[in-house]
């Protein structure tokens, strides 16, 4: 099955600095690679996803990677503000006409410092 | 909110009783999602629902626990002879599928279970 591995388990900015989680997933077969942003207490929530037909993709501040090849992606946070610190989980599946359970990482607490 | 509710939010109980989570997304979605998610750790995947079929399970779920979706609308999961290994939070993800296969999942709230 797959496997996704998620660094670092911990990561503290500055306020306005940039941010980078990096995963690596195991199944070549895999082609949807979502990350997931989960407060205290709160339920994750999806802040962006990519798919293996493209190599990057941006949301204002949130920025992700993709590289098929070496089989990592990674999530880009620029300009960090104190409401960007909670966990991200990054994830992988495989899409398929029925299957499509999530593998998750084992998440990234982002602390954003005044 | 994203479309899902689940009930109820908490539930503490003692190692050996029955407890019963129940997910109502809040409009129609094909597939319907039960994951677990223990503290430090991200959800893993249990089960998922495509309409009211149970379609697959994964091998954390023991056969004392059970999931059905009985209408294709809400789902239910039951764990039996609740172990203190159960405790975590249970969370139910619905997504929609469409005519180019998207693959967003939205989780509800999820049930934090303690088993004392």
């Known amino acids: 099955g797959e496997n996704v591995e998620q660094h670092p388990s911990t990561l503290s900015v500055q306020e306005g600095d940039s941010a980078v989680i990096k995963c690596t997933y195991s199944?070549?077969?895999?082609?949807?690679f979502p990350w997931y942003k989960q407060e205290l207490g709160k339920r994750p929530q999806l802040i962006i996803d990519?798919?293996?037909?493209?190599g990057e993709k941006k949301d204002q501040r949130i920025a992700v990677t993709l590289n098929k090849t070496a089989k990592h992606f990674s999530l880009h946070i620029t300009e960090t503000q104190p409401e960007d610190s909670a966990v991200y989980f990054c994830?992988?599946?495989?899409?398929?006409?029925?299957?499509?359970?999530?593998?998750f990482g084992t998440g990234t607490r982002l602390q954003v410092t005044l | 909110d994203t479309g899902v509710s689940q009930d109820p939010r908490h539930k503490i109980t003692k190692r050996g009783q029955n407890v019963t989570f129940r997910c109502d997304p809040i409009?129609?979605?094909?597939?319907l999602y039960w994951y677990r998610q223990t503290l430090g750790q991200g959800p893993e995947f249990l089960t998922y629902?495509?309409?009211?079929?149970?379609?697959?399970k994964s091998r954390l779920l023991s056969d004392r626990f059970s999931a059905e979706r009985p209408k294709g609308s809400f789902s239910t999961l039951e764990i039996q002879r609740t172990e203190q290994g159960d405790s975590a939070m249970y969370l139910c993800?619905?997504?929609?599928?469409?005519?180019?296969?998207?693959?967003?999942?939205?989780f509800g709230p999820g049930t934090r279970l303690t088993v004392l």
């Open positions: 199944d070549s077969a895999s082609n949807y």
């Open positions: 994830a992988a599946s495989q899409e398929t006409g029925t299957a499509s359970k999530l593998t």
């Open positions: 409009s129609e979605h094909n597939r």
């Open positions: 629902f495509q309409n009211e079929a149970q379609l697959e």
């Open positions: 993800a619905i997504q929609t599928s469409g005519p180019r296969g998207r693959n967003e999942q939205f």
């Open positions: 990519i798919r293996s037909n493209v």
